[in-house]
Each structure stands twice: as structure tokens, then as C-alpha cells.
């Protein structure tokens, strides 16, 4: 069975400081990965999203990057966060594309910078 | 660009009462999907509808998709603490899903 895997759980983090988020999926091969960032009480807005190695689209511009070294690997970093940067980080996976669209989620990221 | 509206934002009841909420699309989506995300947690796939017109039950809960695709709607019937949550409508004309910003579900014992 396939899972999704995010760490760390959460993370406090000084404004101008830098951030690296890794998200990894077991149990599938060539998913389509997203990055997604939720503020408290709010919805999902889509930041990154990949199709392959090496293929990102970016959905929001931002301070933040991402980058798919490996299949199943999915990294989201920025070299100086800012205050507006804090929420819930979460990553998901889903295969092909299409018809099947379903989302799984990981535990998610709860990030706060101060 | 694709935009997936949910209404309402926030549903306080009554535990046994009923609770709906309603996803509207601009365009017309090639399926539906839901998605519960408990309070401190993560979302959670919990159907996808794919058919113009299509029902779906799962115990107390009853999803369906419009007959022009591009709206949908999730109904729970006799809400229970259990049911507390926030719930996500995804909507995908091709590709990757569109998320509408949930409506909060809480219940009162």
C-alpha cells in the first residue's frame, strides 16, 4: 500500500531564517506530487505541483521554491522566510492524471515563523 | 481561471440534525472528489463522483454530482460529534483539482 510521509511535524522558525520541508511517497511509482499551504481556518492554496523529476510548476508567486530531486521525493525550501510564510504545509500525491484525480494527503508541516 | 466556490464557509447544529453543503464550478469539472479534514489534521479522500447526475451514499453520508458537472453536493443525515470537521469539494476538469475553502462543520452534543 502506498504512503506519504512529511517531516518535520512542526517547525519554529526566526523571520529571514531558511526552510527545507521533505516530503517522500512510498508504494507508487511516477506520482504526480503537490505542495499545498493552508492558513488557520482557511482553504488549500496549491503552491507547487510535479508531473516528474526535475518538472515543477509553480502556482503562486512567492519567496518559496520546490524541487523534485528523485520519483518519490518532494522538497520545499525558501532562503529567507517571512511572517506571512507560517501555516500548515501539507504534501500530496496522486496518479496519472485525467479522470483519476484523487488527492492523499500527508500528516502536513505546521510551520510558525516569528 | 477554473474556480470552485463552497457555501456555506461555517455550519453550526445540533447533533441529529442535517447538515449540507454545496460546490459550485465556472466550468464543467470531469469529476468531484471530498474531502474531510478533522480539527489538527490532514484532508482525508473520501468519494469521487465522476457521472453527469451520479448518487453515492457512504452510511450517513450522500454525495452528488450535477447533471451539468459542474456543481455537487454532500448531505449528512442525523449529524453526529464524530462528524465534526471541515469539508473540501475538488474540482478537476482535467489534470489537477481545484479546491473549493471548505465549510466547517460543528456540532453540538
Known amino acids: 500500500s502506498q504512503t506519504i510521509h512529511q517531516w518535520p511535524a512542526t517547525l519554529v522558525q526566526p523571520v529571514g531564517s531558511p526552510l527545507s520541508l521533505e516530503c517522500t511517497v512510498e508504494?507508487?511509482?511516477?506520482?504526480?506530487l503537490y505542495w499545498y499551504r493552508q492558513a488557520a481556518g482557511r482553504g488549500l492554496q496549491l503552491l507547487f505541483y510535479?508531473?516528474?523529476?526535475?518538472?515543477i510548476s509553480s502556482e503562486v508567486p512567492q519567496n518559496l521554491s520546490a524541487s523534485r530531486p528523485q520519483d518519490r521525493q518532494f522538497i520545499l525550501s525558501s532562503k529567507k522566510l517571512l511572517l506571512s510564510d507560517s501555516g500548515f504545509y501539507l504534501c500530496?500525491?496522486?496518479?496519472?492524471?485525467?479522470?483519476?484525480?484523487?488527492?492523499?494527503f500527508g500528516p502536513g508541516t505546521r510551520l510558525t515563523v516569528l | 481561471g477554473q474556480q470552485v466556490m463552497q457555501i456555506p464557509q461555517y455550519q453550526h447544529v445540533q447533533e441529529g440534525e442535517d447538515f449540507t453543503t454545496y460546490c459550485n464550478s465556472s466550468t464543467t469539472l470531469s469529476n468531484i472528489q471530498w474531502y474531510k479534514q478533522r480539527p489538527g489534521g490532514h484532508p482525508v479522500f473520501l468519494i469521487q463522483l465522476v457521472k453527469s447526475g451520479e448518487v453515492k451514499k457512504q452510511k450517513r453520508l450522500t454525495f452528488q454530482f450535477g447533471e451539468a458537472k459542474k456543481n455537487s453536493s454532500l448531505h449528512i443525515t442525523a449529524t453526529q460529534t464524530t462528524d465534526v470537521g471541515t469539508y473540501f469539494c475538488a474540482g478537476s476538469p482535467s489534470g489537477k483539482s481545484t479546491f473549493g475553502d471548505g465549510t466547517t462543520l460543528t456540532v453540538k452534543p
Open positions: 500530496a500525491w496522486s496518479v496519472g492524471g485525467g479522470v483519476t484525480d484523487t488527492q492523499y
Open positions: 508504494g507508487t511509482s511516477n506520482p504526480n
Open positions: 510535479s508531473v516528474g523529476i526535475g518538472q
